[in-house]
């Protein structure tokens, strides 16, 4: 049996960590586009470029919210305002 150096896949670890950007409404309306067109899940993902992932979760909330919109978030409001924090 031969042992294997540990291979560095911080590539990978970042990836994992660090969060993406969101997609415009533009780029989510054009998924659900063409979902409604047939196209599968694997085809808008490889033809947009846009993780498989992202675009389970757009036609999921497509089809259970009906809209592409930016849904409120969870959470408490930020005690001091945008406005205050600058000063």
């Not at 150096?5 to 990836?15: A, E, F, R």
């Not at 969060?19 to 998924?31: A, F, G, S, Y």
């Amino acid at each position: 049996m031969r042992n294997n150096p540990p291979q560095n896949n911080l590539s990978h670890m970042w990836s994992c960590i660090m969060k993406t950007k969101e997609l415009t409404k533009q780029v989510r309306d054009k998924v659900v586009e063409k979902y409604e067109a047939g196209l599968g899940y694997k085809k808008i993902s490889r033809a947009l470029n846009i993780s498989l992932s992202s675009i389970k979760s757009i036609i999921r909330k497509w089809k259970e919210y009906g809209t592409t919109a930016n849904l409120p978030r969870g959470g408490r409001p930020p005690k001091l305002k945008s406005r205050t924090k600058r000063k």
